[in-house]
């Protein structure tokens, strides 16, 4: 599909917005069908597809597969306030709390590959793609980042609002600790090989729709991160306790004399 110039996306997505809120249409209620809807606005299919998709992506519309289009329910307020910052305490108070997170994306993750392999729509996988091959980058940072866009854009392809928005939630509280361990892991060659390995496997089970596939590679990407992020912890830890050795040396000698 050809891909419309931005500005004329953004026009048409405003008009969207304009007939929601002149029509009075309420959330979890249906936008007319396609057709009708493009012929409502006087503009093309694919400019209103193009402008659908946008307005999808901003948390405002909902798409079923075969279903239509439908006003989304606005969910961020309790996501903020019933999952995230409760966990925000957690974290501050205890640090280890983060690997309760993993533990938690385990089962998360597994159902949103699962879910992804059965319902990712065209655009939906060539969105996991381009977020796949964004985590090659030579740079750590990038990859880093495109790491965790590769993880969110499976989650929307679940087409799961709930599991969505938990992983971003997730996200946004591990966002400097994940940031870090997943630099570091793409500073290591061979971590770096091998989180490419999993990504692709995940990647080939979810475009072959592969539910049970995709779960397993997923399980098995994230319990290969959970281990080296530990690993990872444990040789800071030990590091810092080695820089101090010499002190603490220092001073029973200077004590003995």
């Given amino acids: 599909m050809k891909v419309m110039p931005r500005r004329l996306a953004d026009e048409v997505a405003t008009r969207v917005r304009t007939l929601i809120e002149e029509q009075k249409l309420e959330a979890g209620m249906r ?15 694919n400019s209103l597809r193009e402008a659908l998709a946008k307005l999808a992506s901003e948390g405002l519309l909902i798409s079923r597969r075969g279903g239509g289009t439908f006003i989304r329910w606005q969910h ?19 640090p280890d709390y983060s690997f309760d997170i993993l533990e938690a994306r385990h089962a998360i993750e597994a159902s949103t590959a ?15 793609r381009l977020c796949f091959d964004a985590t090659q980058s030579d740079d750590p940072d990038l990859a880093s980042q495109a790491d965790v866009r590769f993880h969110l ?13 938990t992983m971003r ?7 400097s600790s994940v940031k870090q361990s997943r630099q570091r892991m793409y500073l290591v060659p061979p971590v770096f090989a091998k989180l490419t390995e999993q990504h692709q496997a995940v990647l080939d089970a ?7 596939g995709a779960r397993q590679a997923m399980m098995s990407h994230l319990g290969f991160v959970h281990t080296t992020i530990k690993q990872f912890d444990e040789d800071r830890a030990r590091q810092a306790r080695i ?3 010499p002190g603490d040396h220092n001073e029973h000698s200077r004590e003995n004399h």
């Fill in 76 to 94: 961020e307020p309790w996501s903020e306030q019933n999952i995230v910052q409760p966990l925000k305490s957690l974290l501050a108070d205890d």
């Fill in 153 to 165: 854009a499976i989650a929307e392809a679940s087409h799961n609002v709930v599991l969505l928005q």
């Fill in 114 to 128: 699962w879910h992804a392999a059965l319902r990712a729509t065209e655009a939906d996988k060539e969105k996991i």
């Fill in 169 to 175: 939630g997730f996200f946004d509280l591990l966002q």
């Fill in 206 to 212: 979810i475009l072959a729709g592969d539910a049970e």
């Fill in 31 to 45: 936008l007319p069908a396609e057709r009708q809807l493009a012929t409502q606005l006087g503009v093309s299919r």
């Fill in 243 to 245: 820089t101090r050795l």
